[in-house]
């Protein structure tokens, strides 16, 4: 059993997005909203306090069975009201129609229960403010807040008048108003506090990836003014040395010979300037990368501890081991909830390992452009590394990097 909630969690509730799961838990508190206010405000009113005879037992299963359509259909239209509320999807036409039949009966069942001195005041009063919840919570996020308010105020009024003509009870009038207005105020907070907590949140989680694509947009605009500054000036010099070229060729002067010569001259050094661009894009510095994974899963409330030993360590080494550092701490922020993450780098017995676990199962590290597990091993494969990641005992992600250090040493000194 244990395990099938496992199971159920890691597909239902670890592959989503912290602020799916938010989402995701909002929805389902609102669903459960409904129901137990149907159930205490409704139901047990009606079962305590029906008169016993038989108009009461007719229409008081038939108000209950009105507020329990009404539960179901307002789970069924929260989720296209909340779309609509966070600007995903305009909302479909007539879709408070069948809310509003059923409010409307289950209103005229509880008039008449009033009228006919079928069931206790208690009871009529409670029963208003049950009907009137799954209604009000969808209405407050469709229209604005003075125009719910202006709407609630009118509702109010014509209901207090109907059942004070109904049950003719002055005490009656000042309880309806109260628990109609209750209910009002609250569908208001309740649906509209919760939904704008999902429109900040969502907001702040596009703002974060656009930030990362300018950040990616930014390296590849510093990427391309380097090979520009490094290219740029050796072309055009290129350009015009071959032209001189072909002009004393034509003319049959010795002086071609060392143009060409001059040409092959640049070409080669453009060739190790680009060369030398492009390694330092790729490279990775470790120690940079230890303290930046430190201080950013730090800053998103992540208790993290770094233990590193990297002194000695070949440039190669360090560089394939600082990408394993970037990608991983990349796969704890972005798939996991993590509330601790360590990193562990030692040299043991001719080979170093590092080590990056965390206890925000599932972890997936995403492939494609150079980075997940696929252009990781790339990268420790030209080290002669290896690499093991998934999950471990004690709901936890470990991702494991060797490199042997032996094959270094002897290729330097061989």
Not at 74 to 81: A, C, F, M, S
Not at 296 to 305: F, K, M, N, S
Not at 318 to 325: D, E, R, Y
């Amino acid at each position: 059993m244990l395990s099938r909630i496992r199971g159920w969690q890691q597909r239902y509730w670890g592959r989503r997005g912290k602020a799916e799961r938010v989402e995701l838990f909002s929805v389902l508190t609102w669903h459960c909203t409904v129901w137990f206010i149907m159930a205490c405000w409704v139901l047990l009113p009606l079962t305590g306090g029906l008169a016993y005879r038989p108009v009461a037992i007719v229409l008081g299963p038939l108000l209950a069975l009105v507020a329990v359509l009404q539960c179901a259909f307002t789970n069924r239209l929260l989720r296209p009201v909340l779309d609509h509320y966070l600007g995903r999807a305009p909302l479909p036409a007539g879709a408070y129609r069948t809310q509003t039949v059923l409010l409307g009966l289950a209103l005229a069942l509880i008039v008449a229960l009033a009228g006919l001195d079928a069931a206790s005041g208690m009871a009529v009063r409670f029963t208003i403010g049950g009907v009137v919840l799954p209604f009000a919570l969808l209405y407050g996020l469709t229209v604005p807040v003075g125009v719910f308010l202006r709407r609630a105020a009118v509702f109010t009024v014509l209901l207090t008048t109907a059942v004070g003509l109904a049950d003719r009870d002055g005490f009656g009038l000042v309880a309806t108003v109260a628990m109609v207005a209750f209910q009002m105020v609250f569908a208001l907070l309740a649906g509209r506090c919760g939904a704008w907590t999902l429109a900040v949140l969502w907001e702040a989680e596009r703002a974060r990836e656009a930030e990362a694509r300018l950040a990616v947009a930014e390296e590849r605009l510093r990427f391309g003014r380097d090979l520009h500054d490094v290219l740029g000036r050796n072309l055009s010099v290129i350009s015009l040395k071959s032209e001189l070229a072909v002009q004393l060729a034509r003319r049959g002067r010795p002086e071609a010979v060392e143009q060409m010569i001059e040409v092959q001259r640049i070409a080669q050094e453009s060739q190790r300037e680009v060369r030398a661009v492009v390694r330092g894009y790729r490279e990775a510095d470790l120690g940079a990368e230890l303290a930046g994974a430190q201080g950013v899963l730090t800053a998103a409330g992540i208790d993290c501890e770094v233990s590193a030993e990297t002194a000695g360590l070949p440039a190669d080494v360090q560089s394939a081991l600082g990408w394993v550092v970037r990608e991983a701490t990349t796969n704890v922020l972005r798939h996991g909830d993590a509330g601790r993450c360590t990193l562990c780098l030692k040299v043991l017995q001719g080979r170093v390992v590092l080590t990056v676990e965390n206890d925000g199962v599932p972890g997936t590290l995403d492939g494609g452009g150079g980075s997940g597990l696929a252009g990781l091993r790339e990268r420790l494969a030209a080290v002669a590394g290896t690499l093991e990641a998934g999950a471990v005992a004690g709901e936890r992600f470990r991702l494991v990097a060797e490199v042997p250090l032996e094959q270094k040493v002897s290729g330097v000194t061989s």
